[in-house]
């Protein structure tokens, strides 16, 4: 008998617990939705153009499909964009050869290009109505910025120059296919732009990062620049919202030193970046916006909630799409002083959920037992 259970117990020892045989996608997939962290990829790069077609989409290691069916790109590709990216991948246990994406702004900027696309979008809703996905969504993704991807004033290695426009990322609404907005009823109401029809729709976010110059402080920081249907007289467009803005200064969703990610980005250090929108109800003051920015142990180091937010005012929607990167102007086009011809960043570990996601994610990184998983949302499908 003592012997059957020394063996036993020396078994025990030498069996692996279950998760130790997951890969990093698979642990990450039993808690949340919408999972990628590119290691399950082929190495992958594309044309140049707009491109909604599968057969130039990512691609899993056994050639089938992945999450994303959308991307843009200006310049030839001198690079594979997901691959393992060295100290730009996002390094964690189970993941023998970690990758990551490249994010690579070409539309106004100079060299380097053809690193990444400008965009890489993913679409879930379910084909038939705009009214599929989250009412409540969140966004989460590790990101890293290549050094000099925000310039510095003259002699400070701390103070930045004015930034421009950089399009982070964007959350969209109402679409029923990855390149077109509504239903047909729905679409033949807009004004006709490819902005409202193909691009965002009409009920949108586009995350964008701003800060630097002397009015600002020398800090970076992640503003919300939002968009509401607006009926034009004779049809609907999109009309600019300022209710996602905060104070001090008074165009960015985060504000103050507390809302800063200058520090880990000075430090070469990869920041977790987390937000949360509650469309709310068509006609009602009941929409939110809620962001956090993490360190790379998982500790908050910002967080700020708008409520009482007017999301909705005529088509009745939920969020069903997200792009990563979009334009960054400068040069020629529209030159401010923290224009840079570095800009590349790296996102990895994206997860889209529709509950709270940082926590338990950098549980899971840090090694900690998770409850059971939630149900899986059943009014979607990537697509």
Known sequence: MKTSLAFLILLMLFIPPAFAQQTWQQRLEQQFDIVETFDGLQNWRGGTGYHWDLATMPKKADGTRSIWTYYTEDAPAVDDWIKDHGEYSWARENSPTPKSLCINYNNFVGA??????????TFWGDGVTGKSGYKKIYVFFMVKF?????????????????VGTIKFF???SGFTQVNYWGTSSEHSQTCGSDQDNVEYGLDFSVINIAGGGDSNGPSLF???SSFIA?????????????????????????????????????????????????????????GSTELWLYDESGNVVAHILK????????FDHYYNKVTLGGNRFGAGYDPDPGDSNENRFYVDDF?????????????IL????????????????IR
């Not at 000099?148 to 120059?161: N, P, V």
């Not at 409520?307 to 005012?313: A, H, I, Q, R, Y």
């Not at 997860?351 to 549980?363: D, L, V």
């Not at 840090?366 to 499908?381: E, L, V």
Request: glycine share 14%; hydrophobic share 30%.
């Open 222 to 224: 992640t503003a919300d």
């Open 230 to 286: 607006t009926n034009s007289g004779s049809c609907w467009t999109t009309g600019y919202s300022n209710f996602l803005k905060g104070n001090l200064p008074n165009a960015y969703l985060l504000s103050g030193s507390e809302g800063s990610f200058a520090q880990p980005y000075l430090s070469g250090k990869w920041i977790g970046v987390e937000i949360a929108m509650d469309m709310g109800t068509r006609g009602n003051s009941d």
């Open 170 to 172: 964007d959350i969209c």
């Open 112 to 121: 380097p290009d053809g690193y990444g696309p400008s965009r890489l979008g």
């Open 366 to 381: 840090n090694g900690q037992p998770q409850p059971n998983p939630p149900s899986a949302p059943k009014n979607f499908r």
């Open 351 to 363: 997860i889209i959920h529709g509950q709270r996601i940082g926590p338990t994610y950098f549980s």
């Open 146 to 162: 290549r050094p000099g991807f925000f310039a510095l004033k003259q002699g400070s290695s701390t103070e930045f120059e004015w």
């Open 307 to 314: 409520t009482g937010l007017d999301k909705l005012v005529n």
